[in-house]
């Protein structure tokens, strides 16, 4: 029988919702977000059912279920409300959530999730969201051959935090609008606290003068894949057969790493490969994967580092699968690039529970800490004026479960 009022559907949100009150997720809508009325309360339902797993609008009706509006801390509005709101927004309304993101990074990395004085590495990469129908505004056929949008991100390499995204529409080039999401992605970085060296890595989809001069222009070091045009041929063709140095590779193949000077006091770092063949060649067939770089450090070191630049694609994972970016709900551009702003937020509250209650140093996976701490079933009963949030017994991660509340009703913010 669906009779319990007292039942909370995913009671362990009220981790996720004690954070979002420290940081001031709603108050913050309600003060930078012109879409009225209540802009803090839709942004607040949407945030918190993406973190719940939500990946369309209608999802959010989990949260008005029983008493789980009492866990949030806010009122929850129903999916025809928030379709609306979502509806509402304009390029310029869009943009406004992107303060709005970066004041909340501001505020949790003030709160210890941030890397202060420490070395950041910033991942660029663009991926594509597939839709069906053709009744997105904006989707369309890019590279891949698939109809969908093509969205630019960029993420923190240690953490997997979504640093600053841009919505674009599915023809979109991958480097379309770069050199300007770098120059505000650094200023993000610096506003919201991260004073240590930057280093930006990116592939060669953003190889391009105007990158690099934008890197150059904030002081940032960078690290970016070169495609095999004719300029970087001759300029591999010119490394000596000295000059290469054996790597560790895998059991089927060898490598080698080589250096040599590129352009406008760019290094070329070259790692050559070779796979082993059933039938050997008479001649060696060999593969280049080149990057353009300012950094200082030996050759070896660099290409392991550059290589490392993959775990974007993790990133990327976490934000489609478990943060709502699989689908785009709306057929509205604005709307659906709304959308991906609130997205990007959900994913970062995940990541800085993980940091700031459960002391998780690196990067983690929204499924885990779903599965083990939000997706808790409870009730809450009431006792001498007091709302009591009841937990099954025995479960296995609730000694975690209670050190992360009690970390984060006791953040300074």
């Keep these: ?67 789980t509006g009492e866990v949030l801390g806010h009122p929850v509005m129903a999916p025809s409300t928030l379709g609306t709101f979502l509806r509402k927004f304009t390029f310029g309304h869009v943009r406004q959530l ?70 674009r529409k599915g023809s979109a080039g991958s480097g379309r609008g770069a050199e300007r999401f ?5 200023g993000r970085c610096r506003r919201a606290g991260a004073s240590g060296p930057l280093t930006l890595r990116a592939d060669s989809g953003f190889y391009s003068r105007h990158v690099v001069k934008a890197c150059r222009d904030h002081k940032i070091a960078y690290s970016i894949t070169a495609p095999q045009n004719a300029g970087v041929k001759k300029a591999i063709a010119g490394i000596g057969e000295d000059e290469w140095t054996p790597i560790a590779y895998t059991e089927s193949g060898e490598a080698w790493v080589g250096e040599t000077a590129y352009g406008d006091g760019h290094r070329l770092i070259v790692r050559r490969t070779k796979l082993s063949e059933p039938q050997p060649t008479l001649f060696p067939i060999f593969r280049y994967h080149a990057f353009v770089t300012d950094r200082l450090g030996d050759a070896l070191d660099l290409d392991a ?11 990327i994972r976490d934000l489609k699968e478990g943060s709502g970016l699989a689908h785009c709900p709306s057929g509205d551009f604005s709307a659906n690039g709304a959308w991906a702003v609130l997205a990007t937020l959900a994913h970062n509250l995940v990541r800085w529970v993980g940091k700031l209650g459960l002391g998780i140093t690196g990067a ?12 808790v079933p409870g009730r809450i009963t009431r006792r001498s004026r007091r709302r009591l949030l009841h937990l099954p017994t025995a479960w296995p991660w609730a000694g975690e479960w209670t050190m992360c509340f009690e970390r984060l009703c006791a953040l300074k913010t």
């Design 1 to 67: 029988m669906f009779d319990d009022d007292h039942a909370v559907a995913d009671a362990g949100l009220a981790l996720v919702a004690t954070l979002s009150g420290k940081l001031g997720l709603a108050e913050a809508a309600d003060e930078l977000v012109d879409v009225r009325p209540f802009p803090g309360k839709r942004v607040a339902t949407l945030v918190h059912a993406m973190v719940a797993g939500a990946d369309c609008i209608d999802d959010a009706d989990v949260l008005r279920s029983g008493a």
């Design 364 to 375: 983690c996976v929204a499924k885990t800490i779903r599965r083990r701490f939000f997706a």
């Design 305 to 315: 580092d550059h290589r490392r630049h993959a775990v974007v694609e993790l990133a």
């Design 98 to 167: 992107d303060r709005l993101s970066e004041t909340m990074l501001a505020r949790a990395w003030a709160a210890g999730a941030g890397p202060g004085d420490a070395p950041m590495t910033i991942d660029l990469d663009s991926t594509i969201c597939e839709v069906c129908g053709r009744q997105k505004e904006g989707a369309a056929y890019g590279y891949t051959k698939v109809l969908g949008y093509h969205p630019l991100l960029a993420t923190r390499a240690e953490t997997g935090e979504v640093l600053h995204v841009r919505f």
């Design 182 to 186: 770098a120059r505000e992605l650094v």
